[in-house]
Every structure is written in C-alpha cells, then in structure tokens.
C-alpha cells in the first residue's frame, strides 16, 4: 500500500385499510435487501486517555454517549447489556412507520381506524375514541410527543394486520442497521421477557432517525399535542429547560425504570445519550444533563474534509490517464478530545499498484485519522472519474514499468 502522510489542522397505495399479509412479508423481503440502511460504525475513542478526566458517575443502570455523526462511544456503562427499553420502544416505531411514508406504503393523510383493542390498550394513552377514525399524522405525533400506547397499537393494526406482524417488520428493520442485541415484541414497549434492547442498540437508533428523516425528526421537539379537547405536554421536560436538547423519547415501566433517549447538538457536535432504568424521573434527567456535559465539555467533532474534496493525486497505470485524483464520497468528520487537532496524524493507504481500468464507485483505498496512535475516524476514498483500460505501446510500457517494480500483472 502507498502510505501518504500529513499531520491536518482541522477544518472547523391509498392506505384505508391495513396491508395484506402478503404485501407485509413483502416489506420484509424489501427491508432484508435494502442498500440504503447501513450500520453507524462505534470506534470509542480510548478512555485510558489520561488526557481526558473520567465520567461522571450517574444511577442509570445503563447509559451511553455517542457522536451522533461519527458513531463514537464517549462513555458508557453496561452499554451492551439486554434490558426493558420501556417507551424507548416507540422509536424503533417511528423508525418503520418514516421508512413507510418514505417509500409510499403509507400517507399522513390516511385515515386510520381506532380498533377496540388499541382503544383500550393500557398505559399511556392519546385517549382516542373506539371505533373512530383519525388520520395518521396525528397518531404518529401521539406516539412521539405523548407516548399513546393506544396510538402505537392503532398504527402497527393499521400497517401491518396486526401489532405481532408490525413487530416482525421492527426486528428486520433492527437486523438491517445493526441493532445485534435487540429484540421487539410490541410497538408500544409494554413488559414482556422477550422484549429487550440495550443503550447501544437505541442510540444507534436514534442517530439513524436524527440522519434518515430530518423532516420528521423535529417532531419530537415539540412541547405537546391536543386530542380529544386534552392537551398532554411532551413528557421529556428536558425539552423545555434545555434549548440545546432537540429529542428524543421517554420511557417508563415498573420492569425498566425511568429511561431517556436524548440528543443535544452544540456547534458542529450532535450527541445522542441514552440512560436506562434510572430510579427516578429526577434522577434520569440529572442523569443525562451530567453525560450531556461531559461530552461536549471534553469532545468536539472535527471536519476533516467535506463531501467530494480531491484529496490527492497517484500514478496509474495501463491507463488512459497515468495519474488519478482521488476523493472522498461523504464527508469526513471525527471526534477528537478538546484542543487536539494539531496532533491528528492523517494517512491515505492506496492500492498498490492501481491499475485500470477504473470506477469512480470503487474503493481504492483507506484515508486514516489517528490521534497518539488511536484511530479516530477510518474513510474510504475513490477515483474522481472512470478511467478505461488504454492499448498498445503505453499498455505495454507500463506493462513493463510494473515487471520493473516485481509488479507481474
């Protein structure tokens, strides 16, 4: 491999009824071979840093502080152990039903029968009238804003035949971006022994809604909804005494304590932070505060290079060109303690030797940030153009040129 070094200072169908078992397994089939969703990468930065003091000390069971844009694990604690997620479910929730507006199996303007058996689901509710009918956008804000079991239950009915079909589509869909220790049972997160998740599983979830469906991220923002002449408040209070938390979801059962999904952005760092079964609502809020400032306070994600930067120039041979610029296909961010971009040791290793012909949806190689020798971002990088394979007297003096260098291609 070529090695390039450098040390970088930091660029600062009318859905009125519920679908069909068939077209159900069909959305299966569909989620399994989807290439749009992709695993968020987690490459924590090392906490043996003695740069860095250690975190703070929080009576979540569980918790994780994750860079919603790089996927970095700040802190966490018991992160991979399988628990109740309680509400946290309703994300995974909303997660499918965005994927299936986006893809026009449903509309916020379809009108959604109220079932009794979503009428009188327990917990917290929408309060909707059984046998009415309601139309989705408001269902779906009930879920977010409010946490309506009743909405959550009337939704998977309206979707997928039934609340055990929606969940079969909510554990493909978590297979599908990566979500190993997780397993859905309802859409609203009442206890069940076989329904668990972990802190890690949800904030990879929450950072895939935050990036997937920006158009309907902001709802869960919002202060409250009104149905029925009731007025229910958002039940993050976070959401209103902290103007840099922007979402995410609440959660409560007797099995898994008080937990919170929650995600803050200052300047170019958007954290996600997860606490599970907290023992109080106090203590939960105070929970994810202290974690919230411990990651900004001690971290910032830094902007390598933005989307489509020719990075550098290599030799290539057989080709049409005998040099190709080389790219990267998505912005390269890393997170990186306070105060040091000035160490960031950055690599490019090229495949060696490159020869034509070439795509431009080829990986020709790896551009690496490293920080006193921990990797803090890895990002592939690309030809800028297809380049074709060349003939005659260059195709065979660069023939030889590689026979020279032990190169017998």
């Known amino acids: 491999m070529n090695k390039h070094n450098g040390t970088l200072a930091c660029i600062r169908p009318n859905n009125q009824t519920s679908l069909s078992m068939f077209t159900v397994w069909m959305i299966v089939l569909a989620v399994l071979s989807s290439?749009?969703?992709?695993?968020?990468?987690?490459s924590g930065f090392a906490q043996k840093n003695?740069?860095?003091?250690?975190?703070?000390t929080v009576n979540a069971e569980?918790?994780?502080i994750i860079d919603a844009k790089t996927g970095s694990i700040l802190s966490e604690k018991n992160a991979q152990k399988r628990m109740a997620p309680a509400s946290l479910t309703k994300l995974m929730t909303s997660y499918v039903v965005f994927h299936?507006?986006?893809?026009?199996?449903?509309?916020?303007?379809?009108?959604?029968?109220?079932?009794t058996n979503a009428w009188k689901t327990e917990g917290s509710r929408l309060f909707l009238n059984e046998n009415s009918t309601i139309n989705l956008q408001t269902l779906l804000k009930g879920v977010i804003i409010t946490s309506g079991n009743d909405a959550s239950v009337a939704i998977s009915e309206h979707f997928a035949g039934s609340e055990d079909n929606f969940a079969l589509i909510m554990n493909r869909y978590a297979e599908k971006i990566g979500l190993s220790s997780s397993h859905f049972i309802t859409a609203t997160g009442l206890d069940h022994e076989?329904?668990?998740?972990?802190?890690?599983?949800?904030?990879?979830?929450?950072s895939h809604i935050i990036h997937d469906f920006p158009e309907y991220f902001h709802w869960f923002h919002e202060q409250s909804i009104t149905h029925n002449g009731i007025t229910q408040k958002n039940r993050n209070t976070l959401l209103s005494t902290h103007p840099e938390i922007d979402g995410l979801k609440t959660g409560h059962t007797n099995k898994a304590g008080y937990c919170l999904a929650t995600t803050a952005q200052q300047n170019n760092t958007r954290l996600v932070v997860i606490t599970l079964n907290s023992p109080s609502k106090k203590s939960r809020d105070n929970d994810t505060i202290a974690l919230l400032n411990y990651g900004f306070r001690f971290y910032e994600t830094a902007l390598l290079y933005p989307k489509d930067t020719i990075i550098s120039n290599t030799q290539l041979y057989r080709g049409v060109i005998s040099n190709i610029d080389i790219k990267n296909k998505e912005t390269c961010w890393a997170t990186i303690p306070k105060g040091t971009h000035n160490s960031m040791q950055i690599d490019l290793d090229i495949q060696e030797p490159l020869t034509a012909p070439q795509s431009q949806d080829v990986s020709i190689g790896t551009l690496t940030a490293s920080i006193e020798g921990h990797t803090v971002g890895e990002y592939p990088v690309y030809p800028?153009?297809?380049?074709?394979?060349?003939?005659g007297i260059k195709y065979m003096i660069d023939t030889?040129?590689?026979w020279g260098q032990g190169w017998f291609l």
């Open 35 to 42: 290439p749009i969703i992709s695993a968020t990468p987690l």
């Open 50 to 56: 003695l740069l860095l003091p250690p975190p703070p």
């Open 62 to 64: 569980a918790y994780i």
């Open 100 to 115: 299936a507006l986006k893809q026009g199996h449903l509309h916020l303007s379809d009108d959604i029968h109220i079932s």
């Open 194 to 206: 076989q329904h668990y998740s972990t802190a890690q599983d949800l904030a990879t979830l929450s």
């Open 384 to 391: 800028n153009d297809d380049i074709q394979e060349t003939s």
């Open 400 to 402: 030889l040129k590689l």
